[in-house]
């Protein structure tokens, strides 16, 4: 029998590899997973990006990615609510699965919130979490959260790698400080404003808008694909006009021409306030929340 060609018996004897996946320490498949695993690891730790730009809500791992899984020690998620493909991924890689930790958290003291259906808010513990699968997960669009969430983290990679413990306590530190600072500039920008409603295409600002007082009207719920009802248009349209609101948010992403018929009945402005579901197009997650204070003195006028 003629030997098989030497370049193919690597696929033939390693079936369920594929190439350009590389050993990393910590996998991520979400944006906010992303910020505080790049941030902590630093040089130390290498940090393989499942869905660099794609959508949170939408994501289901490839062959690659399972690929990439399999030689990852660590897969780092936000919140199992958003990420349920990691149950179904870590059942088909058995024991080839990295380990697990699930980094999403609130301030000491707060709980979840409800979605708008009324659904959800498991408020257990001092940190809010457990896993009521109609809660709200969004938790880092707030500042705050996001503090909390790199603090659990930190806390992980230190026990996990010791050898870099030192290192991932400074970044932790720094990273501290400019969510601290960021904390400071929202509440700054919002402190003396006109309106305090903003109308949104998508219900994933509730943690922001908690932590700075403002009140919120969504098109649509947690899941940004759905459809709105007409009575719900009919009520957001009623909104911007008595309240006067020079503005509606869309996320990054979103065809502003789809909201065209409430923008010409109302004559608002569409603009984007960063959802950070997905990586943003230039800075990290601190730069586009201070295009987001920006966008809030817009849309709140703010003095």
Not at 231 to 252: H, M, N, Q, Y
């Amino acid at each position: 029998m003629k030997a098989l060609p030497t370049l193919v018996l690597p696929l033939l004897l390693l079936p369920g590899c594929l190439a350009g996946a590389e050993p990393a320490d910590l996998a991520v498949a979400s944006y906010p997973a992303a910020f505080a695993a790049e941030t902590l690891a630093g040089d130390d730790l290498r940090v393989a990006d499942l869905a660099p730009g794609g959508e949170l809500h939408d994501f289901e791992p490839s062959s690659r990615d399972l690929d990439q899984l399999r030689k990852s020690t660590h897969l780092v998620l936000w919140d199992e609510r958003l990420e349920a493909w990691a149950h179904r991924a870590e059942a088909s890689l058995g024991g080839s699965a990295p380990q697990v930790v699930e980094i999403g958290r609130l301030p000491p003291g707060e709980t979840y919130l409800q979605g708008e259906d009324g659904k959800g808010g498991s408020g257990e513990g001092d940190d809010g979490r457990g896993h009521d699968e109609a809660r709200d997960p969004h938790t880092w669009t707030d500042p705050l959260a996001m503090q909390a969430s790199v603090a659990a983290l930190e806390a992980y990679l230190a026990e996990a790698y010791p050898e870099h413990a030192a290192d991932v306590h400074a970044r932790a530190a720094a990273v501290t400080d400019r969510l601290a600072e960021l904390d400071r500039a929202f509440r700054s920008a919002l402190s003396a404003c006109t309106h305090s409603t903003i109308v949104t295409n998508h219900e994933a600002h509730a943690y922001l808008a908690r932590r700075y007082g403002i009140e919120l009207v969504n098109l649509h719920g947690l899941e940004p694909g759905s459809e709105p009802s007409p009575g719900t248009v009919e009520s957001v349209i009623r909104t911007l006009k008595d309240l006067g609101l020079p503005a509606l948010f869309i996320e990054e992403g979103t065809d502003p021409d789809a909201l065209r018929a409430i923008q010409d009945e109302t004559g608002v402005q569409v603009r984007v306030l960063h959802t950070l579901e997905a990586r943003p197009a230039s800075g990290d997650y601190v730069d586009a929340q201070y295009q987001n204070i920006q966008e809030l003195r817009f849309a709140l006028a703010c003095a």
